[in-house]
C-alpha cells in the first residue's frame, strides 16, 4: 500500500520529471558556455601560464561541490520540504558566472593579477554555492522520484545537460575565435549568467509535497555522531568511498588533457569546442544509458565500467601523437565522469532510507573533497616540474587499483541490503 505522500509524490511524477529535466537542459545550456574542462581554464590560461593554477579550475568546482554536503546533512535531514532551501542556496552557484563576465570586461583596466584573483574567489563562491545546494537538492530529487526511476531520472537529466552542453560549447569556441578581447570571454560568461536565471525559474515549478510522517527527532544530533555510526557499520559503504577517494587520483590527468593538447599540438579555439562537445556527448549517450542499465542490474557495474574507462582514457594520452587522439580520449573521459559523478550519486542514495539519506550522501561527497582538491595540485606540481607523462603513468597505476576495489570488493547497497535481511529473517 502507498502512503499518501508516495500517492502524492507519483500523481507529480510527470510533472516534476518535465521541470526538471527543463532546469537540467537550461543549466547544460549555460555550462556550455562557461565550461569548466574548456572555457574556464582557458580563461584563467590567459592570465597566468602555471599548470598548477589552470588545474584548480575544475578542482575547485569539484571540491566546492562535495565539501560542505557533510556539514549541511543533519540540518537537511530534518527537513520536512527541501525546495526553499534547494532555490535559496541555487543562487550562490549561478550568479557568480556574472562576476565572471564582468572581471573579463574589466581585464585591461584591472591587470593580469588582479583578475586572476578576482577568478579565483568567484570559482570559489560558485564552487561552495553549489556544496550548500547539492546535499538538499539531491535530497529533493530523491524524494519524488521512486526508487527504481532514479537511476534512469539522474542519468537522463545529465544526459540531456550534456547534449546541451556540447551545443552551447561548440559556440562557446565560435565566440572566442569570432570576438576580439575582452568581448570574447565576457560574451560566454553573460550568456551563461542568462541561462542559469532562465533553468532557476523551471526548478522553481517543482511540486514537492510536505512530509508530515517523517520522524523527527526532537533533540538535534551532531552531523558527526550519526557519520561515525554509519562508518563502523557499514563496512561496504566504506569500501564505495574507499573508490570514490581513489577516482580522484585515479582521473588526475582530466584536468590537463585540454592543456597537453594545447601547448603540445597547438590547439586552436574551434577544436577546443570541437572537444568539449565530444566530451559532452558521450556523457549524454553514457548518463542515459549506464542509468538505465544500472536501474536493471545494479549501478556497481556502471562503476567498474567506468574505471575502465578512466584507465583506458589514460593509456591513450600517455600515448598521444597526434589532436585526433583526443576525441577518443574526451570520450573515454566522459564515460569515467559519469561513472564516477552521475552513477556514484544514483548509488548513493541506495544505501540509506529517508532519515538517513543526507548522512550517506553528505559522506560519499565531503569525505572524497580532500582527494578532489589534491589530486589534481599534486597533477600541477608534476606538470610543471617533470611534465605531463608522469601524471598520465599514475593515473593509469591508480585506475587499475580502483577497478581491484570496484570488482572484489564493493557490493551492490540494494541486493546487499536484501541480501542481509534474509540472513536475519
Known sequence: MLTTLEKEIRQNLKYNVTMNLIDGSLFGVALGFASFSTVLPLFVASMTTSALLIGLVPAIHSVGWQLPQLFTASHVSRLRKYKPNVLMMTINERAP???????????????????????????????????????????????????????????????????????????????????????????????????????????????????????????????????????????????????????????????????????????????????????????????????????????????????????????????????????????????????????GMAMTVDFGGETERPLYIGLSQTLTAPATIIAPLIGGWIVDSAGFTPVFVISIVLSIAMIGILIFLVKDPRTHKSMIMNERQ
Request: charge should be neutral.
Open 97 to 343: 558566472f556574472l562576476g565572471f563576465a564582468i572581471v573579463a570586461l574589466l581585464l585591461p583596466t584591472i591587470g593580469l593579477q588582479a583578475g586572476l584573483i578576482l577568478t579565483f574567489i568567484l570559482l570559489i563562491w560558485q564552487g561552495l554555492g553549489g556544496g550548500f545546494t547539492a546535499n538538499s537538492w539531491t535530497s529533493m530529487i530523491s524524494k519524488i522520484i521512486p526508487p527504481e526511476t532514479r537511476g534512469t531520472f539522474f542519468g537522463l537529466q545529465a544526459g540531456l545537460a550534456n547534449l546541451f552542453i556540447s551545443g552551447s560549447a561548440v559556440a562557446a569556441g565560435y565566440l572566442l575565435d569570432y570576438l576580439d578581447s575582452p568581448f570574447d570571454f565576457a560574451a560566454c560568461f553573460l550568456l551563461a549568467s542568462i541561462f542559469f536565471a532562465i533553468s532557476w525559474l523551471a526548478l522553481a515549478q517543482t511540486r514537492e509535497p510536505e512530509d508530515t510522517e517523517k520522524v523527527i527527532p526532537i533533540e538535534k544530533t551532531h552531523f558527526w555522531d550519526d557519520s561515525k555510526k554509519i562508518l563502523k557499520r557499514d563496512a561496504n559503504f566504506n569500501w564505495f568511498l574507499s573508490a570514490r577517494f581513489l577516482s580522484q587520483f585515479a582521473t588526475m590527468g582530466f584536468s590537463f588533457y585540454i592543456i597537453y593538447a594545447l601547448r603540445r599540438f597547438h590547439m586552436d579555439a574551434v577544436t577546443a569546442g570541437f572537444l568539449t562537445a565530444t566530451l559532452t556527448i558521450s556523457q549524454t549517450v553514457a548518463n542515459i544509458g549506464m542509468g538505465w542499465i544500472g536501474d536493471r542490474i545494479g549501478h556497481r557495474a556502471m562503476l567498474v565500467v567506468g574505471a575502465f574507462a578512466a584507465l583506458f582514457s589514460a593509456v591513450f594520452a600517455w600515448n598521444a601523437t597526434s589532436i585526433l587522439w583526443f576525441y577518443p580520449i574526451f570520450i573515454l573521459t566522459g564515460l569515467a565522469n559519469v561513472s564516477i559523478w552521475t552513477i
